[in-house]
């Protein structure tokens, strides 16, 4: 399956959308939960009027979950030291793949995150 798709198949208000869905992620990072919640806004808003932003929206929503599950491993992990530079990775990795993923999907790109379990299809 080709995952890429040209500006002209994905129309600009649908990758603008998407692009803020993947961006809206970094809330996280100032609100607790933000991670989660701006994403599921946005995407309950704006599925419906896009399979672009639709498909984008559950990709972020499932990564993002996935990231709370992995800082919650690490959090239990600080007990035994590891946790801390395991934590300040995921929040290292959460920051530079959302950024890939707005990016990417401001180009009409259908982002897949990695290590992300599929919570959402």
Not at 58 to 66: A, D, P, R, T, Y
Not at 103 to 112: E, L, P
Request: cysteine-free; glycine content about 6%; charged content about 15%.
């Amino acid at each position: 399956m080709n995952d890429v798709a040209t500006p002209t198949q994905i129309d600009k208000d649908s990758r603008t959308w998407a692009m803020l869905t993947h961006i809206s992620a970094l809330s996280g990072f100032l609100i607790p939960l933000g991670n989660i919640i701006a994403p599921l806004v946005i995407w309950l808003l704006k599925r419906e009027q896009s399979e672009f932003v639709d498909d984008q929206g559950k990709e972020v929503l499932s990564f993002q979950i996935s990231m709370l599950i992995y800082f919650f491993v690490s959090f239990l992990l600080m007990f035994i030291l590891i946790g801390i530079p395991l934590m300040i990775g995921l929040g290292i990795f959460d920051l530079v793949v959302t950024i890939i993923a707005a990016i990417k999907a401001n180009d009409g790109v259908r982002y897949r995150y990695p290590l992300r379990i599929r919570f959402i299809k």
